[in-house]
Nanobody, 125 residues
Framework: QVQLVESGGGLVQAGGSLRLSCAAS????????MGWFRQAPGKEREFVAG????????YYADSVKGRFTISRDNAKNTVYLQMNSLKPEDTAVYLC??????????????????WGQGTQVTVSS
């Protein structure tokens, strides 16, 4: 089992920045690829970013490419999402995810093994 706890969400004006953190506990953190997803009211959960077990490979949704950066610190059992140039359409609950396979995180949302509870990000115009 892996427990994931997100933090760092909040209210920010358009053009601003936030950094989300996701702390993992349980099994060996470096065993898992990690990812961030988001879900806005009335919409399906969507992939935002993913990172391989040791950080060598990253993937991003086209909508956030160039603005968001995913990173991880295996010594701290934490994955981060740095979000810059935020837009109102980035408003959503952001969820952290873990799975042994990065491909599952990037392409098979419903197959992801572990999820956090989410943190709200609201971007005002």
């Amino acid at each position: 089992q892996v427990q994931l706890v997100e933090s760092g969400g909040g209210l920010v004006q358009a053009g601003g920045s936030l950094r989300l953190s996701c702390a993992a506990s349980g099994r060996t953190f470096s065993r898992y690829a990690m990812g961030w997803f988001r879900q806005a009211p009335g919409k399906e959960r969507e992939f935002v970013a993913g990172i391989s077990r040791f950080g060598g490979t990253t993937y991003y949704a086209d909508s956030v490419k160039g603005r968001f950066t995913i990173s991880r610190d295996n010594a701290k059992n934490t994955v981060y999402l740095q979000m810059n140039s935020l837009k109102p359409e980035d408003t959503a609950v952001y969820l952290c995810a873990a799975d042994e396979h990065l491909n599952t995180i990037v392409k098979v949302t419903e197959g992801v093994a572990y999820w956090g509870q989410g943190t709200q990000v609201t971007v005002s115009s």
